[in-house]
């Protein structure tokens, strides 16, 4: 019986498609449809195109942005960091110079002593 439904089934589907195979290509209202749906579907193809290219173009503008950002960034921070550094070698060289005072003084009270 399962066969018999399966072949009902194939059977009305092939009628089907041949119908509307019929309507579109043999009628004149059926290729004015057709030639409509195939003017429909061209011009959506051209609208995702044209979307598409938009959407990568956008993206790489923020691409570029981006990494212009952090180009900027990692400059800024790396000349921070270079100021830092400057700062903490003339602090320890100042603390070395007060050290070197303080241990004369104390030499010289030693000596005075």
Known sequence: MSKRSNLAGFALMGMAAGAAAWYFFGTKEGRKCL???????????ETVK?????????????????????????????????????????????????ADAVGKKASRAADNL
Do not use: P
Request: aromatic share 6%.
């Open 35 to 45: 030639d409509k749906a195939m003017e429909n579907l061209n011009e959506f193809s």
């Open 50 to 98: 044209e979307k598409t290219n938009e959407g990568i173009e956008r993206a790489s503008e923020y691409a570029g942005k981006a990494k212009s950002e952090a180009k900027k960034r990692y400059a800024e921070g790396k000349e921070k960091f270079a100021d830092v550094a400057d700062k903490a070698k003339s602090t320890a060289n100042k603390v070395k110079d007060d």
